[in-house]
């Protein structure tokens, strides 16, 4: 799946252990993260699975900038 957050277009892979967010607008591509999501569940994973997103997004403008 796709998910934008501050404007950095992410892939999103999700599986039962972890989440891996890869950036790919032009220029972010090579920055990746691992979110490994086994210790939450219901409302409180898709609010640190967001939080992981912000903070990716984050991070790759930091480097491109």
Same mark, same amino acid.
């Given at each position: 799946?796709?998910?934008?957050?501050?404007? !950095?277009?992410?892939? !999103?892979?999700?599986?039962?252990?972890?989440?891996?967010? !890869?950036?790919?607008?032009?220029?972010?591509?090579?920055?990746?993260?691992?979110?490994?999501?086994?210790?939450?569940?219901?409302?409180?994973?898709?609010?640190?699975? @967001?939080?992981?997103?912000?903070?990716?997004?984050?991070?790759?403008? @930091?480097?491109?900038?």
């Amino acid at each position: 799946m796709y998910r934008t957050e501050f404007g !950095v277009r992410m892939a !999103v892979y999700e599986n039962r252990y972890f989440t891996e967010i !890869v950036a790919v607008d032009p220029g972010f591509t090579d920055q990746a993260s691992i979110f490994d999501h086994t210790a939450f569940s219901g409302k409180t994973l898709e609010r640190e699975r @967001r939080n992981a997103l912000r903070r990716h997004a984050r991070a790759v403008k @930091r480097y491109v900038s």
